[in-house]
């Protein structure tokens, strides 16, 4: 069996289309209903200026969660919603550990984890064989 160089690998495009589906997903929430899952929420956690910051990282999402689909500035795309997922582990995760324990801490975590590992993946190996940046690594450029 022969091993492809990471740029050509086929199945990288599910970890895009997870994290990027639910970033997209999580970002259109924020807009839509902002009470729950926007600046409310930012408030209700206390995320300063929540009226900026939710909208914000709400567009945030949209953005890079749609450049990760499609597959054009993949790692660049990555550091934003880095930033973004690290920061909701710390403001919401880690006061579950802190007041609830490990395994509930665990459980409310578990999505926000596979998002922040398939970030570091798409960081460490781009967007793989089927996106817009391998057209550019084809030809000897690497816009990510």
């Known amino acids: 069996m022969q091993k492809l160089p990471y740029h050509k690998f086929a199945g990288t495009i599910i970890i ?8 997209l997903s999580e970002g259109l929430q924020k807009l839509l209903l902002p009470a729950e899952n926007g600046a409310g929420r930012f408030a209700h956690i206390g ?4 009226q900026f910051t939710g909208p914000f990282t709400g567009v945030t999402e949209i953005i ?6 499609i597959g054009l500035f993949t790692r660049i795309a990555c ?8 920061t909701a582990i710390y403001t919401t995760k880690i006061p579950i550990l802190l007041q609830k324990g490990f395994w509930a801490a665990a459980h409310e975590s578990r ?5 922040l590992l398939g970030l570091i993946f798409l960081l ?3 967007a793989g064989k089927y996106a817009i940046d ?3 690594v084809r030809h000897g450029k690497n816009p990510s």
Do not use: E, K, Q
């Open 134 to 136: 391998s057209t550019f």
């Open 64 to 69: 890079c969660g749609s450049l990760l689909l």
């Open 111 to 115: 999505a926000d984890f596979c998002m």
């Open 79 to 86: 550091i934003p919603l880095l930033i973004v997922i690290l």
């Open 124 to 126: 460490l190996y781009g």
């Open 16 to 23: 895009r289309l997870m994290v990027g589906l639910v970033f």
């Open 47 to 50: 995320i300063p200026y929540p």
